[in-house]
């Protein structure tokens, strides 16, 4: 067990490494960073002389292996746009996209599981098929757009939820969070669904398919024949064996909620990490682009490897295999 | 029935809260930028300097007019044509209340010079600045400079003892891992304070009741929140929405809703910036076109072809969707008294056609175009009109749109001038048309220091001897006659394409009135509140 978890940690190691190695040839073609780092009119002389500075002039392996080895020790250079360390301002934005991703997993499980169970009980209901219907337009649309549609139907039109930003977020200690006033729980609700949109449906289509499954086993049709009550049936027995994909499927999406952030983040302008992203590359900020993608695989890495060790606990198969 | 009560009793406290806030006017308002570093030297760019200009001065100010007004400096002479005279404002503070005198602007004038600063340029390198008392600074330069101060509106002068103390000295570069105070704090004369700054989300204002320039009234308001929306559409809804009481820019397709809802409006005007197109004609064979053996666009008919072939007018018109104006000159016409002398080609695709035969390729040839596509309003869409309207005169043009940052890695010194047909946009930082001669038409070739974004290679020497004229010419009106000569010469050379002067589009709430400048720089103390 224990050698199985160290080798699966060196293989997480080396996928991040490769992660960064991949992120630094792509930033070769993303432009030079010293054009969006000075005025137009300032001399030539003078953006060689920064880039010196910033080691642009390096080899790529050099440039490597130096942002590998500083990372290592926590130290992830500074902005080239904020003038400022780029964990602190990572620090300062990655709770705001880990409460969006938090709040719309809850959305996402909270509306799917109800929907897919009904859609899959009363499959030819009029709500069923509405259900089904929306959730084709939540797979369907992209997500900038159901955005940008919900904007202009509570913002704008009905002015009953506010069309950007986090609200007030009070700070708790390093944490800053949006959840505890008026103002920060109304501006999440917007995000929050669409960017959980697609996960709902996700998830309400699963549910519905596993339990149509389960619902033709033999053991429901025993449950039935014992006289059990409908609901025991339907939701101590049948809802419980749909679960375990269920489960499995939301913890590994939790990591591409934050991944697809990026999108949702730009079209609110909620201040995390994705938005992050998106203006460091717009500007050619490779230490922030660096960081955050050095994150993402760290995201990924983290939880396939509790995913990992998790199945290894529940599956005694794999631990054979192991060993 | 008693938690009711008493939870009553605390909704009309807090709405009593709410009023008292109520009273103090806030503004609000969104760009698509945001506030990097506060340093007033380490960028030198529109937003960022034109937001700080808020919080520090200058010793001069521009009106909503372009003007140069007084600002730290009370008034300033000529003494001789090498010696100039400032008299500095008495009795102004710093924020943290230490007395502006002309120690500061000394050392303003040495920092703003020195290494890492991205705004040497504001100050000619030899000139010497000389505090005479506590309230007069000399200038002594090395040869006359008529524009000295047409930058100084942007060059903020910063407290000498508190940038001393608290370690700021060195302006904060890029390449620097150690964050200094005056990247992230701001101490200015001016009349706002800088409350908290979140990087890259939003910075809040307050008011410094103090500031000379309101002579003993209350400020306009009390406080200004800036927050960055890059999305186009949301930007706008936030306006719509009343969330905010400016955002800018507005997308020229939104300009009509903006207009057509009661509670806001749209605010246009043209803008400084000329956007143009340049072509390359110091390469003897085009990089990225069919003709292998020559450059065509050496040839002063090809560029008169290029020139007739384009509907300026149509794409101001369908484009813009009248958000621009067409334009002659490269620099905009309220910066140059003599510039109604000047006028665009003709239209003209048939006159093209006869030019291009004229000139060897009569059935016209293939050229590339490199195109930012989210630097300047619709500049991918001007390129594709570009393309579609050459098409008619046999010139087969391919668009390249790329995002700024890799076209302008490519098309500038540092991408060795990699084009042969670009869309660039320019504002002369100096309001004034040396800039335009010398960093556009100057010759590349006499040494590195010139020309350094004549990206097409333009050379006419004596454009650039007309140039060293106006540099030092002191008299007004004979320095326009020169400039009016040089730009004979560069219209008649056809050394660029001028396409127009792009506009400025702002959504404002009808509760607020603010100033537009055409240099696109928002000053908070000229906001007033509707009644």
Not at chain 2, 387 to 398: C, E, F, P, Y
């Amino acid at each position: 067990m224990i050698a199985f978890v160290i080798r699966r940690i060196i293989q997480s190691i080396i996928v991040i490494m490769v992660v960064g190695l991949v992120a630094f040839v792509m930033f070769r073609f993303v432009g030079d960073p010293v054009n969006q780092m000075v005025g137009l009119e300032t001399s030539i002389a003078d953006r060689e002389l920064l880039r010196e500075q910033l080691g642009l002039n390096q080899p790529l392996i050099v440039q490597y292996w130096h942002f590998i080895s500083n990372a290592a020790q926590g130290d992830f250079g500074t902005s080239y746009q904020y003038r400022r360390p780029v964990s602190e301002i990572l620090g300062e934005r990655l709770p705001a996209t880990l409460e969006l991703a938090l709040v719309s997993a809850i959305f996402a499980i909270a509306a799917g599981i109800p929907m897919g169970v009904y859609t899959a009980l009363y499959r030819d209901s009029v709500l069923s098929n509405i259900f089904l219907t929306v959730s084709l337009i939540g797979i369907s649309l992209p997500s900038f757009l159901v955005g940008i549609l919900l904007i202009f139907i509570f913002s704008v039109h009905l002015q009953w939820l506010p069309s950007f930003g986090r609200g007030e977020v009070v700070d708790l200690g390093w944490w800053s969070t949006g959840l505890l006033t008026a103002t920060g729980l109304k501006a999440i609700i917007l995000p929050a669904i669409t960017l959980g949109l697609f996960q709902m449906t996700l998830i309400m289509r699963l549910v519905r398919s596993e339990m149509m499954e389960v619902l033709r086993t033999d053991f429901v049709k025993f449950a039935k024949a014992r006289g059990l009550k409908t609901r025991v049936v339907h939701f101590g027995h049948a809802l419980k064996n749909t679960m375990i994909p269920v489960i499995t499927i939301t913890g590994l999406q939790f990591g591409s909620i934050i991944a697809f952030a990026i999108i949702t983040e730009t079209v609110f302008q909620w201040p995390g990490s994705g938005l992050l992203f998106l203006q460091a590359v717009q500007n050619v900020d490779v230490p922030i682009m660096a960081a955050y993608l050095l994150m993402i695989a760290f995201l990924f890495v983290l939880i396939n490897l509790i995913v990992d060790v998790l199945y290894v606990v529940v599956d005694p198969r794999i631990r054979l295999e192991g060993s | 029935m008693n938690t009711i009560k008493l939870m009553l009793s605390a909704t009309a406290l807090t709405s009593v809260v709410a009023s008292a806030v109520a009273a103090e006017t806030t503004f609000r308002y969104g760009f698509q930028g945001s506030l990097g570093s506060l340093d007033p030297y380490s960028l030198s760019e529109t937003f960022t300097l034109g937001t700080l200009t808020n919080v520090y001065e200058g010793l001069t100010r521009r009106d909503e007019n372009l003007q140069i007004q007084p600002g730290l400096a009370e008034s300033w002479e000529i003494i001789e044509p090498t010696r100039w005279r400032f008299n500095l404002r008495q009795g102004v503070k710093f924020h943290n209340g230490n007395d502006f005198t002309a120690a500061d602007v000394v050392f303003s004038a040495n920092r703003v010079r020195s290494e890492g600063s991205d705004l040497k340029a504001r100050i000619p390198t030899d000139a010497e600045f000389i505090a005479v008392d506590d309230h007069t600074v000399d200038v002594v330069l090395s040869s006359a400079n008529p524009i000295l101060h047409s930058e100084w509106h942007t060059w903020m002068i910063v407290d000498q003892e508190w940038t001393v103390t608290t370690d700021s000295v060195q302006v904060t570069t890029a390449a620097d891992t150690s964050v200094t105070t005056i990247s992230q704090e701001t101490n200015g004369t001016g009349p706002f304070m800088i409350a908290e700054h979140t990087t890259g989300v939003e910075t809040n204002f307050t008011a410094n009741a103090g500031w000379w320039g309101w002579n003993g009234k209350a400020p306009n308001v009390d406080r200004v929140e800036f927050k960055t929306i890059a999305a186009d559409a949301t930007r706008v809804a936030a306006l719509l929405s009343g969330e905010m009481d400016l955002v800018y820019p507005v997308p020229p397709q939104d300009i009509g809703r903006v207009e057509s809802n009661a509670a806001t409006s749209a605010l246009v005007g043209p803008e400084l910036r000329t956007i143009f197109l340049g072509m390359d004609q110091a390469r003897d064979v085009l990089t990225y076109s069919n003709v292998t053996d020559a450059n065509p666009l050496q040839d002063v008919r090809v560029r008169q072809a290029f020139y007739h072939a384009i509907d300026a007018v149509a794409i101001s018109a369908r484009i813009m969707r009248g958000q621009a104006t067409p334009s002659a000159l490269m620099l905009a016409p309220s910066l140059f008294s003599g510039s109604g002398a000047f006028e665009r080609l003709a239209y003209d695709p048939e006159l093209s056609k006869q030019l291009l035969a004229d000139a060897g390729y009569p059935d016209g040839f293939e050229i590339q175009l490199d195109c930012p596509n989210d630097r300047y309003v619709n500049d991918e869409a001007i390129c594709q009109a570009v393309a579609a309207m050459m098409a008619r005169a046999g010139i087969t043009v391919n668009v390249n749109a790329q995002p700024k940052a890799q076209f302008f890695a490519r098309v500038l010194a540092a991408g060795g001038y990699d084009t042969s047909f670009y869309l660039l946009g320019w504002s002369p930082s100096s309001f004034d048309s040396w800039n335009v001669l010398t960093q556009l038409h100057g010759c590349r070739t006499q040494n590195e220091g010139t020309g350094p974004f004549n990206i097409g290679g333009y050379c006419n020497l004596k454009v650039d001897e007309l140039a060293a004229q106006v540099l030092v010419e002191n008299d007004a009106a004979k320095r326009d006659e020169l400039i009016a000569q040089a730009y004979k010469m560069t219209t008649d050379d056809v050394a660029y394409l001028p396409l127009h002067q792009q506009g400025l589009a702002w959504g404002v709430s009808e509760k607020f009135s603010v100033a537009q400048r055409a240099d696109n720089i928002f000053r908070f103390s000229l906001i007033t509140a509707a009644k």
